[in-house]
Structures are given as structure tokens and as C-alpha cells.
């Protein structure tokens, strides 16, 4: 009889497997941001109007976080995140057929109200298949998707324009979404229903799922309930508030900023807005690892392991304060770059927190309510960016983000506090 299929370390294939959904996520999300100095000149879109586009998207992704979260939550996580995976594919494709800003921003509304399932969705998958110690570099890997697909977006979206046109860039990036749901459906299943994992690792991932003891709520308690009232829950979502408005500045300015002030044509905008957000990447992943070297280097217990993390991001986000004076397109672009790299370091952080801190049937929910936070402060942000930009130019802007961030980790050490009396030992 022949042995069924396994795979060892399967765990960590679930991890890639997000991290490729998160990928066509931001390459789907990012097309605009590629296509706006030649939206500008094609339709006659201005930076106000760019920025009502933004807004339309950032406020549909912020109210629907927390509605998809609990979606997720009641579905389960393969069917919630499949359903949310085809809805943004399709909202990607009839994206090309808008022809004012107006048109631009019911799509985009649309966009992001599907994609607002992704990071609630991948956190519950981190929390489901490990460990605590294991979660932030797991989240680590999953969100170098962020920083892959807006990489991926620049020269992928300019030679679909340039040998197409705009329009087709968005059906190609929406059509080529929809294979990864099939691909979703296919692999995803939970641990203790996964025909593929081993033995030895399905136990080592259920002996390590109530190592910070999270209590399990009794049934029929409603997860709002759960989450909202905890001073955690803020101490993430205020934190978070905080931190968002530098990665919405840089996955949707950039190119504009570039063609603006540094004079890029489309092709050098091809060739290099990409850099940054392989800067990105690199903070996901050196931010999935802080948190374990100042548990097992250091020392230190877990919840202030992860607040040593976003603080060395926080630090880290202050160069950012140097683009706008910077004395070449080169030097601001390495500057972003330092910026982009520490925002992912404190995502890798801040979005693994809720599975450390609430019950597993909440996880995306608290996800969903936090990332509605922290899309409350990139849509504040995104409101005045339009108009700052237009009449006083960016500097002020990337001064603004430089300190955002320290705020926000403020906020962590003071609210932030253990689930219970355990602690993960390293």
C-alpha cells in the first residue's frame, strides 16, 4: 500500500503560500500608483483628484478590515479568503474600463473592499499553524508579498502600458490574480485537516498553540465583544494608526513624486521605483527575526521582545525626514528605502500581535479592526497629501511620516501588556 503524501515543514509552505497571495494582492493595488503620471496626462487627472481615488479605495478597505475579519472568522478561513481573492481579481479587471476619476474611484472602492481580507486572513493563518516564538518571522515572510508585489508592479505595469496601454495592465494583473485562488483552494486546509502534514509537526503545532494562555471564550460570546474592550486591542490598533500612513504615502506616491519633483519619464519610473520595495521585503523579513533575537539573545519575555522590535523600526523610520532635501534623485530614492525597510520591520510586529494576544476565533477580527485603525490613519494622511503636494511640493510630507512612527510605539509600551501571566519561554 503505497504511504500517503507529506510534506516536512509544511508550516512554513503555508507561509510562502501567503506570501504569494499577499504578492498579487499589492500588484494589483500598486497598478495605479504605476499608472498615474500617464493617467495624469492621458484623462487630465490632477493630485486632488488623485487623492479622492486613494480615498475612495483606503476608505472602503478600512470599513470592510474588520466586516471581512468576521467573514473570515464565520466562514472559515479557505472559503472567506477564496471568496476575497476572486472579488479583488474582478475588481482589478473592470478597473480598466474607467475613464475619469470619478469612474477610478467606485472601482477602486470596489478593490478594496475585497481586498480587505488579505492581512486579517493571513494573520489567522499564522496563528493556526505556529507557534508564538515562530509567529513574527511566519508574518515576516507572508508580508514580503507587500514589498515583492509593489516591486513587481513597476516594470511589469510600464511594459504592459508600453506595449499595450493602460487599460489591458489592469485586466492582465486581475485576470492573473484569479489563479491564485484556485491555487488558495487547492493547498490551504487547517493542521488537524491537512492530508499533507506529518505527524510530528501537527504536534509540535498543537502543543505550542496556548503557550502565552489566551483563554478560549465561552460560546456565544460575540468577538467584537472580545476584542474591542481590551486595552490591547488599542495599544495595536493606536500603534498601527500611526505607523500606516508612510506605507499608503509610499506604495501610492512614489512614481507621482518621482515624475514631479525628480523629472522621471515612465521608463525610469519603471526601471526604478521597484528598489524600495525590495528595501521593503528585507524589513519583513529582519523584522520576523528581532522579535526571536531579543527573546533568545537577550533574554527578554515575549510581549517585550515584540515592543523592542517596533522600536528599532520607529528609529529607523526617522531618515526619512532627509528625502525631500535630498541633493539627488539617487540620495532620496536610498532614503526611501531606509523608510520602506523600516515600516515592514514594525509590520512584521504589530500585525502577528493579534494572534499572540486573543482567542484563535477572534484572530482576524482583531486583524481586521486594527488594520481598520490603521487605515483610518493613511486615509486622514492621504486627505491632505493631494493638496500639500500640489501647492508646497512632498518635503513636508516625508517629515510628517519620519515621526509617526515614534508615536505610534509610544503608545505600544504604554498600553501594551501580556494576555494573562504566562510567557514564552525561548
Known amino acids: 500500500m503505497q504511504k500517503p503524501f507529506k510534506i516536512k515543514g509544511l508550516r512554513w509552505w503555508i507561509a510562502i503560500l501567503l506570501m504569494g497571495i499577499t504578492t498579487i494582492n499589492y500588484l494589483d493595488r500598486t497598478t495605479l500608483s504605476v499608472t498615474l503620471p500617464e493617467l495624469k496626462k492621458k484623462l487630465g487627472i490632477d493630485e486632488i483628484e488623485i487623492s479622492y481615488i486613494l480615498l475612495a479605495f483606503q476608505f472602503a478597505y478600512l470599513v470592510m478590515q474588520p466586516i471581512m475579519g468576521r467573514i473570515i472568522d464565520w466562514l472559515g478561513l479557505r472559503l472567506g479568503f477564496a471568496i476575497s481573492i476572486?472579488?479583488?481579481?474582478?475588481?482589478?479587471?473592470?478597473?480598466?474600463?474607467?475613464?475619469?476619476?470619478?469612474?477610478?474611484?467606485?472601482?477602486?472602492?470596489?478593490?478594496?473592499?475585497?481586498?480587505?481580507?488579505?492581512?486579517?486572513?493571513?494573520?489567522?493563518?499564522?496563528?493556526?499553524?505556529?507557534?508564538?516564538?515562530?509567529?513574527?518571522?511566519?508574518?515576516?515572510?507572508?508580508?514580503?508579498?507587500?514589498?515583492?508585489?509593489?516591486?513587481?508592479?513597476?516594470?511589469?505595469?510600464?511594459?504592459?502600458?508600453?506595449?499595450?496601454?493602460?487599460?489591458?495592465?489592469?485586466?492582465?494583473?486581475?485576470?492573473?490574480?484569479?489563479?491564485?485562488?484556485?491555487?488558495?483552494?487547492?493547498?490551504?486546509?487547517?493542521?488537524?485537516?491537512?492530508?499533507?502534514?506529518?505527524?510530528?509537526?501537527?504536534?509540535?503545532?498543537?502543543?505550542?498553540?496556548?503557550?502565552?494562555?489566551?483563554?478560549?471564550?465561552?460560546?456565544?460570546?460575540?468577538?467584537?465583544?472580545?476584542?474591542?474592550?481590551?486595552?490591547?486591542?488599542?495599544?495595536?490598533?493606536?500603534?498601527?494608526?500611526?505607523?500606516?500612513?508612510?506605507?499608503?504615502?509610499?506604495?501610492?506616491?512614489?512614481?507621482?513624486?518621482?515624475?514631479?519633483?525628480?523629472?522621471?519619464?515612465l521608463r525610469q519610473i519603471g526601471y526604478f521605483t521597484w528598489v524600495p520595495f525590495i528595501a521593503a521585503d528585507l524589513g519583513s523579513l529582519v523584522g520576523g527575526v528581532l522579535s526571536p533575537f531579543f527573546m533568545n539573545q537577550m533574554k527578554l519575555p515575549l510581549m517585550t521582545s515584540r515592543k523592542c522590535a517596533a522600536t528599532v523600526s520607529a528609529l529607523l523610520m526617522v531618515f526619512a525626514v532627509f528625502v525631500g532635501n535630498a541633493p539627488t534623485a539617487g540620495w532620496a530614492i536610498f532614503y526611501i528605502c531606509i523608510g520602506a525597510f523600516a515600516h515592514q520591520t514594525m509590520s512584521a510586529t504589530l500585525m502577528t500581535l493579534p494572534a499572540d494576544l486573543f482567542p484563535k476565533k477572534t484572530v482576524a477580527t482583531a486583524n481586521g479592526l486594527s488594520g481598520a485603525m490603521a487605515f483610518g490613519g493613511g486615509l486622514l494622511f492621504t486627505a491632505v497629501i493631494g493638496r500639500v503636494a500640489k501647492t508646497i511640493g512632498y518635503g513636508p510630507l516625508f517629515t510628517s511620516i519620519a515621526f509617526f512612527d515614534i508615536i505610534g510605539v509610544t503608545f505600544l509600551w504604554s498600553l501594551l501588556r501580556n494576555p494573562k501571566h504566562s510567557e514564552v519561554k525561548s
Open 86 to 265: 476572486i472579488t479583488w481579481s474582478v475588481a482589478q479587471m473592470i478597473t480598466g474600463f474607467a475613464s475619469g476619476w470619478r469612474s477610478f474611484a467606485v472601482f477602486r472602492s470596489m478593490l478594496g473592499v475585497a481586498e480587505a481580507g488579505n492581512f486579517p486572513g493571513g494573520i489567522k493563518a499564522v496563528g493556526q499553524w505556529f507557534r508564538p516564538k515562530e509567529r513574527t518571522v511566519a508574518t515576516g515572510i507572508f508580508n514580503v508579498g507587500a514589498g515583492l508585489g509593489a516591486a513587481i508592479a513597476p516594470p511589469v505595469v510600464v511594459w504592459l502600458i508600453l506595449h499595450f496601454s493602460w487599460q489591458f495592465a489592469f485586466v492582465a494583473t486581475g485576470a492573473f490574480s484569479l489563479l491564485w485562488a484556485l491555487l488558495w483552494v487547492f493547498i490551504y486546509r487547517s493542521p488537524e485537516q491537512h492530508p499533507w502534514i506529518t505527524k510530528e509537526e501537527l504536534a509540535y503545532i498543537s502543543e505550542g498553540q496556548d503557550e502565552l494562555g489566551v483563554p478560549e471564550e465561552a460560546a456565544g460570546t460575540g468577538v467584537w465583544k472580545i476584542v474591542l474592550p481590551q486595552r490591547n486591542f488599542w495599544a495595536v490598533g493606536i500603534a498601527r494608526f500611526f505607523s500606516e500612513p508612510a506605507w499608503q504615502f509610499f506604495s501610492y506616491w512614489i512614481p507621482l513624486y518621482l515624475s514631479t519633483e525628480r523629472h522621471f519619464n
